[in-house]
């Protein structure tokens, strides 16, 4: 039985001792996988092929569900190659007959794509190929370029990495995404020479996304460093409302803030907690037990924790209330805050045998036996 005689049109579908031999299986599940890639991967017009060859709207379903198991397979069994190393070479030719202003923008993008997927797998070569053709076919190819650039700074070379970074961003200069490559590469290679391109290209970010963490860590700092307080203290607003949870947002804040005058600093943490969620307020309240602390108002830092515990209770609030007492040489009272730390969040007590202002406390054997 030759495969087109089952694809004679019949209105009420394939009779379904046909349909359901194993031969014909078989026949219309090559025949789809022909229209499949034909026709792009799209499974909505593979179905319409088959209404053509006289397939009912259930039939067509479950052809299509069987493609999409053994496209499915096909891809499992070929990753399964890649991870085992049975398959170590994977070459992406461009199509010599793809050419500029004959080709629309998805197949530039296919290249794009294959370029990345190459460059991921680590065959650098076969990816410029693919960027290459990407911009041959369309030299306005932002992704190409950026890929480059990426392809460049995995080879090392930064400095054309930086080249193809600058060149995506000639075409889309508001492109975050590129413009955090940039950033993170100037960074590695920082110096006198490039630290304005990179404070600049900091602030693009910025102006995009006034949010971005890491662009706002790198401006912060920079104020710093101009001791342009004003602009950082702005900063580090936006970093902690976002990130109040983060070792850095703390610290970035309580650099800032005990750099402002006495008043000022303790005026901020009343105004700014205005604006935040309660998360981020009691946090806030966290850390102006801490600014207290580092003041060396040490019953004003203690009431501030003692507040927030009357809140939630939290292993830290007891801990920074263990360190104060003990530098104020209050012993048994330190060390009774620390049984309680140690009960809600045994693994203080690493922290605590290593944490300096409890260094004093190392060799008393209370400590000794509640750390154990």
Same mark, same amino acid.
């Given at each position: 039985?030759g495969?087109?005689?089952?694809?004679?049109?019949?209105?009420?579908?394939?009779?379904e001792s %046909?349909f359901n031999s194993?031969? @014909?299986?078989n $026949?219309?599940?090559?025949?789809?996988?022909? *229209?499949?890639?034909?026709?792009?991967q799209?499974?909505?017009t593979?179905l319409?092929?088959?209404?053509?060859?006289?397939?009912?709207n259930e +039939?067509?379903?479950?052809?299509?569900?069987?493609?999409?198991?053994l496209?499915?397979?096909?891809?499992?069994?070929?990753? +399964?190659?890649? =991870?085992?190393?049975?398959?170590t070479?994977?070459?992406?030719n461009?199509?010599p007959e793809?050419k500029?202003g004959?080709?629309?923008k998805?197949?530039?993008d296919?290249?794009i794509?294959?370029?990345?997927f190459?460059?991921?797998?680590?065959?650098? =070569?076969? /990816?410029l190929?693919?960027?290459?053709?990407?911009?041959?076919?369309?030299d306005?190819?932002? !992704?190409?370029?950026?890929?480059?650039g990426?392809?460049?700074?995995?080879?090392?070379?930064n400095e054309?990495?930086?080249?193809?970074y600058?060149? /995506?961003l000639e075409?889309?200069?508001?492109?975050?995404?590129?413009? #955090?490559?940039?950033?993170?590469?100037?960074?590695?290679?920082?110096n #006198?020479?490039n630290?304005?391109?990179?404070?600049? %290209?900091? *602030?693009?970010?910025l102006?995009?996304?006034?949010?971005?963490?890491?662009a !706002?860590i @790198?401006?912060?700092?920079? @104020?710093?460093?101009e001791?342009?307080?004003?602009?950082?203290?702005?900063?580090v607003?936006i970093?902690?409302?976002?990130?109040?949870? $983060?070792?850095?947002?703390?610290?970035?804040? !309580?650099?800032?803030f005990?750099?402002l005058p006495e008043?000022?600093?303790?005026? $901020?943490? #009343?105004?700014?907690k205005?604006?935040? %969620?309660d998360?981020?307020?009691?946090?806030?309240e966290?850390?102006k037990?801490?600014?207290?602390?580092g003041?060396?108002?040490?019953?004003?830092a203690?009431?501030?924790?003692?507040?927030?515990?009357?809140l939630?209770?939290?292993s830290?609030?007891?801990?920074?209330m263990?360190i104060?007492k003990n530098?104020?040489?209050? %012993?048994? $009272?330190?060390?009774?805050?620390?049984k309680?730390t140690?009960?809600? #969040?045994p693994e203080?007590k690493? =922290?605590?045998?290593?944490f300096? +202002?409890?260094?004093?406390?190392?060799?008393?054997?209370?400590?000794?036996?509640i750390?154990?």
């Amino acid at each position: 039985m030759g495969l087109f005689n089952f694809f004679k049109p019949k209105k009420k579908g394939i009779d379904e001792s %046909t349909f359901n031999s194993s031969q @014909y299986q078989n $026949e219309i599940l090559a025949f789809v996988q022909v *229209k499949y890639f034909e026709h792009r991967q799209n499974y909505e017009t593979v179905l319409a092929e088959l209404e053509k060859q006289g397939l009912n709207n259930e +039939q067509g379903y479950v052809v299509v569900e069987n493609l999409k198991q053994l496209n499915s397979k096909m891809a499992n069994e070929f990753q +399964q190659e890649l =991870d085992s190393g049975r398959i170590t070479e994977i070459k992406i030719n461009p199509n010599p007959e793809h050419k500029r202003g004959r080709v629309d923008k998805d197949q530039v993008d296919k290249y794009i794509g294959y370029g990345a997927f190459q460059m991921d797998r680590g065959d650098l =070569d076969n /990816a410029l190929e693919l960027f290459d053709k990407a911009i041959e076919l369309d030299d306005k190819a932002t !992704l190409a370029y950026a890929n480059k650039g990426t392809l460049f700074l995995k080879r090392g070379d930064n400095e054309k990495a930086l080249q193809f970074y600058n060149k /995506a961003l000639e075409i889309k200069p508001n492109h975050v995404l590129i413009l #955090e490559n940039k950033m993170d590469l100037l960074f590695e290679m920082m110096n #006198e020479s490039n630290e304005i391109e990179f404070i600049n %290209t900091v *602030k693009s970010i910025l102006q995009n996304d006034p949010g971005h963490p890491n662009a !706002l860590i @790198y401006i912060i700092q920079f @104020y710093l460093k101009e001791n342009n307080i004003e602009s950082a203290l702005k900063s580090v607003k936006i970093l902690f409302a976002n990130h109040h949870s $983060e070792n850095i947002a703390i610290q970035l804040l !309580l650099d800032i803030f005990h750099k402002l005058p006495e008043d000022k600093a303790l005026n $901020e943490f #009343e105004t700014f907690k205005i604006i935040l %969620t309660d998360k981020a307020k009691y946090q806030l309240e966290y850390c102006k037990g801490l600014y207290l602390k580092g003041m060396g108002k040490y019953d004003e830092a203690i009431n501030v924790y003692e507040q927030l515990n009357q809140l939630q209770e939290f292993s830290w609030n007891y801990y920074q209330m263990a360190i104060i007492k003990n530098l104020q040489n209050k %012993t048994n $009272e330190a060390i009774k805050l620390l049984k309680i730390t140690f009960t809600l #969040e045994p693994e203080l007590k690493n =922290d605590a045998k290593q944490f300096l +202002q409890l260094q004093n406390l190392w060799g008393n054997i209370e400590f000794i036996e509640i750390t154990k």
